[in-house]
């Protein structure tokens, strides 16, 4: 059976990667991740592979107070910082908005993947630790399989990440590393 993938982007905005948010990310690690997932997406571009960017969008009362009670008012609706950071080639993509940790509560997400006739979601974005896995869960709930491109993910939370990505490995997904899906999906 031929697999028929897609590429989850996962949380690369602007706030999430600036000074002012409550976990900064190393400016290296950050700029790695960015040209890595560029490569990744053009890749995916000429294999006709689709993408889609998923955004944590906190809107209304109740998560218009979490950001700014918690998170420094961070990735609110209509906001600068909520946008995709400019470094990305996204031109073109899909885009999906979520106010939950995992990307398919809430989202369109599912009925985008059952139009694509998605079978395989391959994960990158940050923070590995919260959203990445959150989806990584919601993924596999859903019955497809899940890869994580693991040096596409970054986090600030090292061990928990370890932690969820050893679980939802348990639980059917797996890994890969950038090298290796251009490898198999480039040219």
């Known amino acids: 059976m031929t ?12 706030d999430n990667l600036s000074s002012r948010s409550p976990y900064p990310f190393d400016p290296t690690v950050v700029d ?6 560029n490569r990744i997406t053009s890749t ?10 998923i955004r944590q969008i906190f809107d209304g009362f109740p998560g218009t107070l979490f950001s700014k009670l918690l998170l420094k008012g961070i ?6 910082g909520a946008e995709l950071d400019d470094r990305l080639n996204a031109a073109g993509s ?11 509560i809430g989202t369109n997400l599912e009925s985008e993947l059952e139009k694509l006739t998605v ?11 919260y ?12 019955g497809r399989n899940v890869i994580y491109i693991d040096d596409a993910i970054i986090t600030n939370k090292p061990k928990r990440w370890e932690k969820l990505r050893a679980e939802t490995i348990s639980q059917g997904a797996a890994l890969c590393s950038s090298e290796d899906f251009m490898r198999q999906h480039g040219p």
Not at 94 to 104: C, E, M, V
Request: hydrophobic share 45%; glycine share 8%; proline share 4%.
């Open 3 to 14: 697999e028929k993938p897609a590429l989850l982007v996962i949380d690369i905005q602007k």
């Open 32 to 37: 790695n991740m960015i040209e890595t997932v």
């Open 44 to 53: 995916c571009a000429a294999a006709q592979i689709p993408v889609i960017f």
């Open 75 to 80: 990735t609110l609706k209509g906001s600068p």
């Open 94 to 104: 899909l885009q999906i908005d979520k106010s939950r940790q995992n990307g398919f």
């Open 119 to 129: 079978d395989t979601l391959y994960m990158c974005g940050l923070d590995g630790a």
């Open 131 to 142: 959203c990445v896995s959150a989806t990584a869960k919601g993924g596999l709930l859903s």
